[in-house]
């Protein structure tokens, strides 16, 4: 693993910013911690790359408020390559 910032999956639509945080404190310093709306998924990001790894380890496939998480590496985000409807 490469970076410090995790993709979390298959969250409970009930999770909080402050609870994902608070899960992933235990294994590390979490630098921030969030939620994407209602979309089951959010970014973990901790303070080192060794503590994503240990998180990643201990909480992959872990029961979260009844829901098994899966924990990925986070990928940059894509660019913009322009596709879609344009109007000249």
């Known amino acids: 693993m490469q970076g410090k910032k995790l993709y979390i999956g298959n969250l409970n639509y009930t999770v909080t910013d402050e609870e994902l945080g608070k899960l992933f404190g235990e294994y590390g310093t979490v630098i ?22 240990s998180a990643k380890t201990a909480l992959n496939n872990f029961d979260f408020k009844g829901r098994k998480i899966q924990i990925d590496e986070a990928r940059p985000p894509k660019k913009d390559r322009g596709r879609g409807f344009h109007r000249n």
């Open 32 to 53: 921030s911690a969030n939620v994407i709306g209602s979309k089951g998924f959010g970014f973990v990001e901790m303070s080192s790359q060794a503590e994503a790894e």
